[in-house]
């Protein structure tokens, strides 16, 4: 489904990756370990259309990024990514409703088709009784639920999450874990997952090691 081909990338004087090559299948769970500096997060953001690289390309269903100008990588993103990330970035003035729909609208899809997903979203999250509660009203565990249903709003086909337990304690953490699972299960989405946590690398499908700006395994 993903292939990235030799992804570098440099700020200023600094080499963050050094020739990213990995193959992603349809349907998988991958968690990418390492430690802190080791270019985890700047690849993901490359893989998720957020930053370019300085060389190499990323391919996705046989069409390589690279080749899209500004306009069409925002549509694309929209279309087929869908993010999760550690502090959750839900916007503080607007319900949990109203956050999980944002995607759609700017999709331009229909707003009563998008709000009614949302509202099947975040029913199947257990957050029905919680729509129009704005995130300074939830829980932490509530909030990420609300992060993951943003998500999947256009029923992305890829869900890219930045150490997405980073701010959970331990038991809604492993609800998270749990959750990554069903919703593939039931959704058929790819994940890829940046996390520290070594009880859920052991949880995903298969496990790839960055150290050092490139994948050792």
Known sequence: MIETKNICKSYGSLEVL???????????ILAIVGASGAGKTTFLQILGTLDLP??????????STANMNSR???????????????????????????????????????TLEVTKRATNLLG???LEQRLHHKPSQLSGGEQQRVAV?????????????????????????????????????EFKQTFVIVTHNKEFAHLADRTAIMKDGVIIN
């Open 149 to 185: 249903a943003r998500a999947l709003i256009n029923d992305p086909d890829l869900i890219l999450a930045d150490e997405p337990s980073g701010n959970l304690d331990s038991e809604n953490a492993q609800s998270l874990y749990q959750l990554f699972q069903s919703l593939r299960n």
């Open 18 to 28: 050094k020739g990213v090559n990995l193959n992603i299948s349809k349907g998988e």
């Open 124 to 126: 199947h999250l257990g």
């Open 72 to 110: 069409e990588i925002s549509k694309f993103r929209n279309m087929h990514i869908g993010f999760v990330f550690q502090f959750h970035n839900l916007l503080p003035e607007f319900s949990a409703l109203e956050n999980v729909c944002i995607p759609g609208f700017i999709g331009k899809r229909n």
């Open 54 to 63: 300085d060389s190499g390309e990323v391919i996705f269903n046989g069409t």
